[in-house]
């Protein structure tokens, strides 16, 4: 009889093991999502602040879709890469991105809300902007790599100013 319940002991322990095991598994594969999510976007940013159009390709799926506002809407990579090498060729920028909130929704897909601080430069129009606001993006797995397949921008504020009409800070001697 207490042979028996050790062998009963041991079966749900390693039962129990075994099923620890997998949990820890499955939790450790959603972190790595997240972690690749997140590797993605700041590559995104990190790309757009330096211009590394060539390598902002690879944070695309083929067939993305970009929402930058009322007026640009965008259907494919391509059109999504042209757009921003036209556009943000004139800007100096650093995009903040905070925040984010990644849901994984199956193995290959997921979704993610993230606030957004952008400090602009318009080099041609001596103007700057600061923006706030939230970007709301889908993302899928191809070939092991999260791709970013949709992306929303809304913004909450955006300041301009003319650059040329501020002065420059005294200087201590």
């Not at 920028?93 to 957004?116: F, K, M, Q, Y």
């Amino acid at each position: 009889m207490e042979d028996d319940r050790k062998e009963l002991a041991m079966t749900t322990e390693v039962w129990d093991l075994d099923a620890r095991v997998r949990l820890l598994e499955e939790e450790y594969r959603e972190m790595r999502n997240i972690e690749g999510i997140r590797r993605v976007k700041y590559k995104y940013w990190r790309c757009l602040d330096t211009k590394a159009f060539d390598e902002l390709a690879d944070c695309f799926t083929q067939d993305a879709v970009a929402d930058y506002g009322p007026r640009i809407k965008l259907q494919g990579r391509a059109a999504i890469l042209d757009f921003l090498r036209q556009t943000m060729a004139r800007f100096t920028c650093v995009h903040h991105g905070h925040n984010p909130e990644i849901d994984i929704t199956s193995e290959d897909t997921a979704r993610g809300t993230w606030a957004l601080y952008n400090y602009m430069i318009d080099n041609r129009a001596s103007r700057g902007f600061r923006i706030g606001g939230f970007y709301y993006d889908e993302y899928a797995k191809e070939d092991g790599q999260w791709r970013i397949r949709s992306t929303r921008e809304v913004n909450l504020f955006r300041e301009t100013w003319d650059r040329e009409s501020r002065q420059e800070p005294e200087r201590a001697p």
